[in-house]
């Protein structure tokens, strides 16, 4: 078999000899290479890190439509690793450091990289992420507990939340919508924030606090 | 010392200064102020859901009252009359969230006129004007943000399981945030309308008809009272009017890209008398090729062997274009890809080529080191991507240098889908491509059964997939397949005819699809068959196959 034929030629031929077994192309071979991990294992792992991953990436992109689309296409990366027989030891690891890629893209893209988002900062993020695992959840793990506490806060604080958390205005926007200046709703925000925790912290039981 | 939740809420707005950002390195710097940091997400992130989920919004009051019959009575009434007034009254759609300065827009509520500034409530059915400056707004609940020129006017509708933006006059711009999969959001207007899952459009009323630009995701683009419907993609534009609707060519500016329709191509077997198969071909399909392509080595193109070849010639003077696959071997000993960017071959093999391309001066296809993923190896290897990317750019460099700038270049990848996180890096840059492609082979293992079955919409869509979502930025690229075939399938003798037959409509429905070249090769020749021949000169005669022959001057 000359080089100078199809891409697939040389195992095409094979294949009409009537040798599945021979169905090798060596040259694409590592691409085709049979996943030796289970891709319904990794997705039911991936799924319990969902969360995690989530901040992770909202952390670095700071937009939650934005995070969203990038934890699905972090799902797509991490498939075809596992389908390409990719060893993943560590997934967590594994899916932050990929996830830290896209946002580092996305802002590459965007030619817009946050002047308060350097290299030092993102190591300390990750660091957080890798040494203590369970303070993501520390006080968002009781809804319960924190939606009671939303529901003493005054009527102007829930709206602020409102804008914030659910319509994902940036501040600038929440003070256009409330007639504040854009440092008074950070300011609001904060105080609104801490008199959570104190109420969240304030009715957890003995020792988790 | 600012609260942490200050800081880190003024970092995320990046609304820190140095000696900000210093402090919050320190809190940073200490195992607890780590632990906070995280804390404070993950409090984020609850609130979020806590949001979806309507859980921040204020209860009504409740009050303790003594209860008589005649304050109940009026109690009652007082809840039908409030009923009936918060009935009449929708809830908000939507809230302006800028104003242009200098503008006065103002909303069409009924009977009643009203001003708008920043903050104020939209409803379904207000029309929106804005005057000699725009306005932006944002739905209420979902982060979808539109923005709507000067001397431009839209309607808010909304019925069940649909939201409508009905745009009467001017232009706007959207962000629409991906929606829920029991509703539709649709942009509209008297010609067409635009029905998005998640993108970002501009949609503009040019007198008698209307322009759609997607910038990312896709559109589903329809003419007014359903009709014809189109699928625009991110980077690419269509046009609406009373004749309906039409995708406007960007790819087709690249060189050699038909304006409209696609190259109907071949790539012939070497081993074979390639012009004894052209004519015998296209005598059985009954119209000449496009596009012939072939398959050649650097050893091919040393300083004794001419270029191109008596048969290519021909090809070319009779109204063909070439595509050449050229691949770094010599006979069958592959080169490193990092020796050929080092330019070890350019006496040799590289410039021979490029000054008898450059002599000819036709414009014509070449594509250098077909499916390179497969590969690519180990770092130092010197076949790594980089050292391809490397490569590429060398050869670019050596035939613009000899004068042969009409050669049309093609990046030309395998399209599988394992391969695909490899493609980015594989990319040597928009200045140095003109064309993409992918190679699309449907039930190569057909001949004992066991390969899937599978449309070439379906072949391509990994690739396609990949230059809509992952190749970011505007890089406007027509996409050839290289390579397609069919084997014949053994349950089914027409299955290989009409998977032909269904060629033009599949082609048309990916805008990015500007070439195709047929792998007549063995078994899996277009006319293995009579069946197969019969189908394969079915598709050939579609008018989208026979595009109007541009000018083929250099690029």
């Not at chain 1, 205005?169 to 801490?194: C, D, H, M, N, Q």
């Not at chain 2, 596009?291 to 021909?314: E, G, K, T």
Request: contains cysteine.
């Amino acid at each position: 078999m000359t080089d100078l034929v199809g891409p697939l030629c040389a195992s095409y031929t094979e294949v009409e000899a009537g040798s599945r077994q021979a169905y090798r192309d060596p040259i694409r071979e590592p691409i085709y290479a049979m996943p030796t991990m289970d891709l319904k294992d990794y997705g039911a792992a991936f799924i319990s890190l969902r969360e995690r991953l989530y901040s992770y990436l909202f952390v670095l992109v700071r937009d939650r439509q934005l995070a969203e689309d990038l934890l699905q296409e972090l799902y797509l990366v991490m498939a075809r690793a596992v389908e390409r027989g990719e060893a993943i030891h560590d997934l967590d690891a594994w899916c932050r450091g990929t996830a830290r890629n896209l946002a580092l893209h996305h802002w590459r893209e965007q030619r817009a990289r946050p002047r308060t988002l350097d290299a030092g900062l993102l190591e300390l993020i990750d660091l957080a992420f890798t040494e203590d695992p369970e303070a993501l959840r520390r006080l968002a793990g009781l809804k319960e507990l924190l939606a009671r506490c939303c529901a003493s806060l005054s009527a102007p604080a829930r709206r602020l939340l409102d804008l914030k958390y659910r319509a994902d205005l940036a501040a600038e926007e929440i003070a256009a919508t409330t007639g504040r200046s854009r440092r008074g709703v950070i300011t609001a925000l904060a105080r609104i924030r801490e008199q959570l925790e104190a109420c969240v912290r304030a009715r957890l039981p003995e020792g988790d606090a | 010392m600012k609260p942490i939740a200050e800081l880190i809420l003024r970092w995320q707005e990046d609304d820190l200064d140095a000696a900000g950002l210093a402090e919050l390195r320190t809190v940073l710097g200490t195992p607890a102020g780590r632990s906070r940091f995280l804390e404070h997400l993950g409090l984020s992130v609850a609130l979020m859901r806590l949001a979806d989920e309507k859980l921040l919004q204020a209860p009504a009051p409740v009050r303790r009252w003594r209860w008589s019959g005649r304050c109940a009575a009026a109690l009652v009434l007082m809840a039908i009359g409030a009923t009936a007034l918060w009935l009449a009254t929708p809830p908000p759609l939507a809230t302006v969230v800028a104003v242009a300065a200098g503008a006065a827009p103002d909303i069409e509520r009924g009977a009643a006129r009203l001003p708008i500034v920043v903050g104020t409530a939209l409803r379904a059915g207000d029309r929106i004007r804005t005057g000699a400056a725009g306005l932006s707004l944002r739905y209420a609940d979902e982060a979808t943000r539109i923005d709507l020129a000067a001397d431009s006017s839209l309607r808010l509708l909304e019925s069940p399981g649909r939201r409508e933006v009905r745009l009467e006059d001017g232009r706007l711009e959207a962000q629409v945030a991906k929606q829920p999969a029991d509703r539709v959001l649709a942009f509209t207007t008297v010609h067409a309308e635009a029905r998005v899952i998640g993108t970002r459009l501009a949609l503009a009323l040019e007198g008698q008809r209307t322009r759609l630009s997607v910038s990312e995701g896709r559109v589903r683009f329809q003419a007014t009272g359903g009709g014809q419907a189109v699928e625009v993609a991110a980077a690419a534009s269509a046009v609406a009017s009373a004749d309906g609707v039409q995708l406007e060519a960007a790819a087709g500016a690249a060189p050699l890209a038909p304006a409209a329709g696609c190259l109907w191509g071949v790539s012939l077997r070497a081993e074979a008398p390639a012009a004894a198969q052209l004519t015998a071909l296209e005598a059985g399909i009954g119209r000449p090729f496009a596009l012939v392509h072939q398959y050649q080595a650097f050893s091919d193109f040393r300083q004794d062997r001419p270029f191109p070849s008596a048969a290519q010639r021909l090809w070319a003077e009779g109204g063909r274009l070439l595509m050449i696959d050229w691949k770094p071997r010599l006979g069958d000993q592959p080169l490193l890809w990092a020796e050929v960017a080092d330019g070890l071959y350019d006496a040799e093999y590289v410039d021979p080529l490029a000054r008898k391309a450059a002599a000819w001066g036709r414009p014509f296809f070449l594509s250098l080191h077909h499916d390179p993923e497969s590969q690519i190896g180990p770092a130092g290897s010197g076949m790594e991507a980089a050292d391809f990317v490397r490569m590429w750019r060398h050869v670019h460099a050596r035939f613009t240098a000899a004068g042969a700038g009409q050669v049309v270049w093609v990046w030309s990848m395998s399209g599988a889908t394992a391969a695909a996180p490899l493609w980015n890096a594989c990319y040597p840059g928009d200045d140095c491509v003109d064309w993409l492609a992918c190679a699309a082979y449907n039930n190569l293992r057909g001949a004992d059964g066991q390969g899937p079955w599978l449309s070439l919409r379906e072949l391509v869509t990994p690739f396609i997939t990949w230059m809509r979502q992952d190749f970011s930025g505007d890089h406007r690229k027509p996409l050839m397949l290289s390579v397609y075939a069919c084997s014949e399938d053994p349950g089914s003798p027409t299955a290989k005819a009409d998977w032909f037959r269904a060629l033009p409509g599949e082609v048309r429905d990916i805008p990015e699809i500007k070439a195709l070249i047929y792998f007549h090769d063995r078994a899996l020749s277009a006319d293995s068959s009579p069946a197969a021949l019969a189908g394969f000169r079915t598709a050939a005669a579609d008018p989208f196959f026979n595009p109007t022959p541009r000018d083929a001057a250099a690029p």
